[in-house]
């Protein structure tokens, strides 16, 4: 199993930017799906954006394309989110992801990291 360890969170004004990162940790993971996803108070945990490991594709949520990026460094087993443009509704707990599975509607990670807090100022 893969073990994360995301960092990278703190307060921000709105328009400013922030970088995550999710340092891994464990077996090595060459064909491995790793996300980002959020959690806002009072809300069910979601989908932010994915990469796969290998060959670096992404996909993004609709809230997030266009100020949002993904990325891996493969020899520093990292991956991290680019986040500009925030806004106040960016506002949640990140949490990094590996081992993505898409199943009945949902998503499945066999490891999570243990959250990181960004909080967005209007």
């Known amino acids: 199993q893969v073990q994360l360890s995301d960092s990278g969170g703190g307060l921000v004004q709105a328009g400013g930017s922030l970088r995550l990162s999710c340092a891994a940790s464990?077996?090595?993971?060459?064909?491995?799906?790793m996300g980002w996803f959020r959690q806002a108070p009072g809300k069910e945990r979601e989908f932010v954006a994915r990469?796969?490991?290998?060959?670096?594709?992404?996909d993004y949520a609709d809230s997030v394309k266009g100020r949002f990026t993904i990325s891996r460094d493969k020899g520093k087993s990292t991956v991290y989110l680019q986040m500009n443009s925030l806004k106040p509704e960016d506002t949640a707990v990140y949490y990094c992801?590996?081992?993505?599975?898409?199943?009945?509607?949902?998503?499945?990670?066999?490891?999570w990291g243990q959250g990181t807090q960004v909080t967005v100022s209007s």
């Open positions: 992801a590996a081992d993505l599975s898409w199943n009945g509607g949902r998503w499945y990670a066999n490891s």
């Open positions: 990469i796969w490991w290998s060959g670096g594709s992404t």
């Open positions: 464990g077996r090595t993971f060459s064909n491995n799906l």
